[in-house]
């Protein structure tokens, strides 16, 4: 693995070089938002308009790890005032969703481990709390969405690392079990012997059967929506470095070999391996987040293993990186053609998202050999 690094140094170098001198500039220009995509090239806000949507943590958790890799305090000055406008979210209660996980790990539990700062680690626990309140231990699952009772995402497994964090960090292991329970129960409902993933299953809350399934943001029912195979992948691989329950890792691993048989045409993924031929279509998010969870798993692997993984994590980067960046430092965003569904077209292909560039940053920091204290 560290000579697949090696090998690919200068490039790494260059980028990460690249991508602080982009954000010194567009922190200053965002530094009072909570960015989602760019209109004309400039950073939206959903602060007034969408306090809680489940991407509002991304721009802060962006912030922290190039101060985690530069020690450069504006980053920081900026991830803070990200997480003061997202106090926003706590207000009502009622608009809150899973993804608190998203939300307030990567950008103030990500804080509380680097700077040890208090009020970061209390946002971070009160998500934490909020997220283990919403299991169901007749389903045995944490419920995705607040309208329907018994559906839930795969993209959850990210979600839950909040509360592996949260247990140890209280000396409680309640958080833990109920994302074991969650992990466990996502296994036998989303994850396909194929290694495909079903992006919604609706489960029932009394026996925690499966009733159906859903194509959720992919083509079609039994589709593979590559987004949720990428959530899957980095979602596992963290819940065994949590825990050290084998079948997470194997599932990550299992989940990652589909995932990698499939870019057969490029390695930027499309939107859903299985949607028809024509219009062509990319998700670099989905490559992104994908690249982060192989470099994971390659940590957790034997020796002879590890090729594979960390090859396949640097061919979509280096993709990503050559096809879909802008480095324009007039325009907001880096990482293009992210796409929020298959069916979001026009408005929702091909667009630049704050999670494409969040991912993108986070896997060049991993193979810079910076510590991953965001997972
Ligand atoms: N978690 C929602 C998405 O990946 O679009």
Request: hydrophobic share 35%; glycine share 8%; net charge negative.
């Amino acid at each position: 693995m560290e000579k697949i690094i090696a090998q690919n140094k200068q490039w790494i170098d260059e980028t990460w070089e690249k991508l602080d001198a982009k954000l010194k500039v567009v922190s200053e220009r965002s530094k009072n938002k909570l960015p989602y995509t760019t209109i004309n090239g400039v950073h939206d806000d959903k602060t007034t308009s969408d306090v809680a949507w489940w991407t509002n943590g991304f721009w802060g958790a962006m912030m922290m790890l190039m101060y985690s890799g530069t020690k450069d305090e504006h980053y920081l000055e900026v991830a803070r005032s990200a997480q003061s406008l997202l106090d926003g979210a706590f207000k009502d209660f009622t608009e809150l969703h899973h993804d608190v996980g998203f939300m307030w790990y990567i950008s103030s539990g990500a804080d509380y481990k680097l700077t040890g700062d208090q009020g970061a680690k209390n946002r971070a626990l009160f998500a934490a709390s909020t997220l283990a309140g919403r299991f169901n231990p007749k389903g045995g699952y944490i419920k995705s969405w607040n309208n329907d009772e018994g559906w839930v995402i795969i993209d959850c497994m990210m979600n839950i690392p909040l509360l592996y964090w949260a247990s140890k960090e209280i000396g409680d292991d309640r958080y833990k079990n109920v994302a074991m329970a969650h992990a466990d129960k996502t296994m036998e409902t989303h994850i396909r012997p194929d290694g495909s993933v079903n992006h919604i299953v609706n489960i029932d809350p009394d026996t925690g059967d499966v009733i159906e399934t859903f194509g959720g943001q992919g083509y079609e029912i039994g589709s593979s929506w590559t987004r949720g195979q990428a959530w899957a992948i980095y979602g596992y691989v963290q819940s065994y470095i949590h825990t050290g329950k084998q079948e997470y890792l194997d599932v990550a691993k299992k989940v990652a070999h589909y995932f990698i048989a499939n870019l057969y045409d490029s390695f930027v993924p499309p939107i859903d391996f299985r949607e028809p031929e024509e219009p062509k279509t990319y998700d670099t998010t989905a490559g992104a987040i994908t690249a982060c969870g192989l470099i994971e798993i390659a940590k957790c692997v034997p020796e002879f293993e590890k090729k594979m993984y960390i090859k396949a994590a640097i061919n979509i980067l280096k993709e990503t990186e050559e096809k879909f960046c802008n480095w324009s430092l007039d325009e907001d965003s880096i990482v293009q053609y992210g796409s929020e569904a298959y069916h979001a077209k026009p408005t929702g292909i091909n667009i630049p998202i704050i999670y494409g560039d969040y991912y993108f940053i986070d896997a060049i920091h991993k193979l810079k050999g910076f510590e991953s204290f965001n997972i």
